[in-house]
């Protein structure tokens, strides 16, 4: 079987491309940041409006919303190779959780009265969180309308006035993240029981997919902008990217990155149709994600020297979200072990 994007997949990745690269440029992410960049004041919620608004007025917030409900009612196929783009721009906002997680947890699991959740999500109208167990740290919290928290098999959904949010410090300050506290009750219960249970796996390997998908992306743009400075940054008198350990050293990275890509693929594949061994797929992308990510990251900062180590200098976006992704849902470690308790299950 092979995972390759389609010729309509691939011409709305590439709209995504064009679109986040003019609405979420660097100094878009530089915005974001909560803590001051350099000599740039802080002060931003982890959010790039200009490019929130153009998604959801392609399509893309509601590419897992059913038609009904005003989406495109499309699959984990089409919308994973979309967050690969956001994590090419480095986009802060809560794609993944809201458009991906959230929406197809409604949509498998509200019932009928998810509809016009559904359809505000597709919209941009609302920005829905999804929360899972001793992972308390959620990205733009403070901008949530909604919050699926996931507790013990169960699914409740929350109001803002439901938690209590308090900003936490991260290595990646546009992420905004906030810790968040909120007590289980019968009255906010989305999903329980058998369905609960189910609600909840499903939901938290699509966060892991998601988180890999824009781990591909990070990774493929780290290799662009070392390539890049590669070319362009000569040593006694010629561009460092002829010396061969360095051509070395990005073929390798490049290589991580490539491997990764159809591993994510087919964990979308899984998960769209329902292959019971999903769960090990989403691991097996994860954990090759994650690993790619961070060696593509060591090497694009080696290959741009000390300028790699200045926060004036766009690289340490890439690297930073790199780094906080690689170990949210789950880390490289946990991942292969997921895969070998499911292979001696």
């Not at 090419?88 to 906002?93: K, S, V």
Request: glycine letters at 10%; hydrophobic letters at 45%; aromatic letters at 6%.
């Amino acid at each position: 079987m092979r995972f390759a994007l389609t010729e309509d997949q691939t011409d709305f990745r590439d709209a995504v491309r064009g679109l986040l690269a003019d609405t979420c440029p660097p100094e878009a992410v530089r915005a974001a940041w909560r803590e001051q960049v350099g000599e740039v004041p802080g002060g931003g919620d982890g959010r790039v409006r200009a490019a929130w608004d153009a998604l959801a007025e392609m399509g893309v917030l509601g590419v897992m919303v059913p038609e009904s409900a005003g989406g495109l009612g499309m699959t984990d196929e089409d919308v994973v190779p979309l967050l690969v783009e956001c994590g090419r721009a480095a986009l802060p906002d809560p794609v993944s959780s809201s458009a991906y997680v959230a929406a197809g947890l409604l949509r498998d699991h509200g019932g009928q009265g998810a509809s016009g959740l559904l359809g505000r999500i597709a919209d941009g109208s609302a920005t829905v969180l999804v929360g899972f167990p001793g992972s308390g740290f959620l990205t733009a919290a403070a901008s949530a309308d909604v919050f699926l928290m996931c507790d013990r098999g169960e699914v409740h959904e929350l109001t803002p006035a439901d938690v209590t949010l308090s900003p936490v410090e991260s290595v990646d300050g546009a992420r905004a993240l906030c810790s968040v506290e909120w007590e289980p009750s019968d009255t906010t219960v989305l999903v329980g029981g058998p369905d609960g249970s189910i609600a909840v796996t499903q939901a938290f390997d699509r966060a892991a997919l998601g988180a890999a998908a824009q781990l591909v992306g990070l990774g493929e743009r780290m290799v662009d902008m070392a390539v890049q400075y590669a070319s362009e940054r000569k040593q006694f008198g010629v561009a460092i990217g002829t010396f061969q350990a360095v051509k070395h050293h990005l073929a390798d990275a490049a290589l991580a990155v490539a491997f990764a890509q159809p591993l994510v693929l087919r964990a979308a594949n899984s998960l769209a149709h329902g292959d019971p061994d999903a769960p090990v797929h989403v691991s097996m992308a994860k954990a090759r994600a994650s690993e790619a990510a961070v060696a593509v990251s060591e090497a694009a900062l080696q290959c741009h020297g000390a300028i790699g180590y200045t926060v004036e200098y766009d690289l340490h976006f890439f690297m930073k979200r790199a780094w906080a992704l690689a170990a949210r849902y789950g880390d490289a470690d946990f991942h292969r072990d997921r895969v070998r308790l499911a292979l001696l299950s």
